[in-house]
């Protein structure tokens, strides 16, 4: 049996104001002929399927038509609900989904009811589909012993270890899980929202434990924690500290005697990173950067002073220069061209909000403007959660 494990997907997402529908569409015609072409079994999201809670409506007929083209090539898809997503929304129409084999796991109740698979030759697999388990929403729901991260994702985890527990009784079982969460061991990108403001509640990965495999998503980088416990990372980079990562997903290859092998599979496309670095006249004649030229680039001058009409000059050699930066020979300090230049280059939503107030004020806020700022941030972002 082979199923396939992806996340992160955040249809409809921009990259530096670039629209990267078109991309991501490209991407999925890919998923969608390696699925045909070696006949998977299921495909796995393991949420962030959106970008936004509330998704454009050209967003949703891109993955109306995937989901289609997946289950017409023979394929269940089974997706769970991440902290970019609505659960409401993506859970809509659910059952309905499953009779077509798309089966969308958002809901609480529904984290120990498994997607049973069988296959031919007599390997049964139970896939757990875990939605992203925001603390202060489902803690109660969970009876967790506490509101964090760690609490809530080892009571669901309990859930769903009695069920399989049932099952195994009756007879051989594999198990994977499916979690949208920050596991330890894992790298961050620039480019993920942080599950918690101000830091990230990271979850042991010794809760996975016990599973056959753990399906993860959030992170950006496909990454293996350990042998069964791996991020797919997201189909495309989205920030360009990604330039360098190989974008794909994991296809694992199961058998009646279990897991039999985790192998890393990809397939190329039309969006590419380049990071470049130099003086303006040399990256403007340079015949190595050829490559570039078809690429989003992040460009840092090193010129002594600050070129006139550099972005300009630049994008006539590279018409996808995105971000522009200035770091002069023996100077420490990068600034960026314009106050959207900086603002693309910060981390997160609150380094969004100190840069603004920075840029309007013309100094950072003091601890208790920053206190206020984050309290704010974490209403905004449970309130999402739950919506």
Known sequence: MKILHTSDWHLGRSFHGLGLLAAQSEWLDGLVDFVSREKIDAVLVSGDVYDRALPAVDVVAVLDRALV?????????????????????????SRLLERAGVHVRTRISEIDVPVLLSGEDGTDVAIYGLPYLEPRLVAAELQAEGAGHVPVTRAALGRVRSDLEKRRASGAIHSIVMAHTFASGGVPADSERALAVGGLDVVPAELFDGFDYAALGHL??????????????????????????????????FSPSGLDSVTEVG???????????????ELLADPALAHAEAACCQITLTDAERPQRAMERLRGRFPLALSLQFEPEGGSVRASTTYSGRLAAARDELEVCCGFFEHVRGRGPDEPERSALTEALESVRVAEAGA
């Open 69 to 93: 083209r997946l289950t017409q090539a023979g394929a269940q898809v089974v997706l769970t609900s991440g902290n970019h997503d609505s659960a409401v929304r993506l859970g809509f129409g």
């Open 220 to 253: 950006h980088g496909r990454q293996r924690l350990t042998e069964g416990v791996r991020y797919s990372g997201s189909p495309l980079a989205y920030s360009f500290g990604e330039a360098k990562q190989s974008k794909g997903a994991w296809l694992l290859d």
């Open 267 to 281: 397939w190329p496309t039309s969006h590419r990173l380049a990071v470049l670095r130099g003086k303006l006249e």
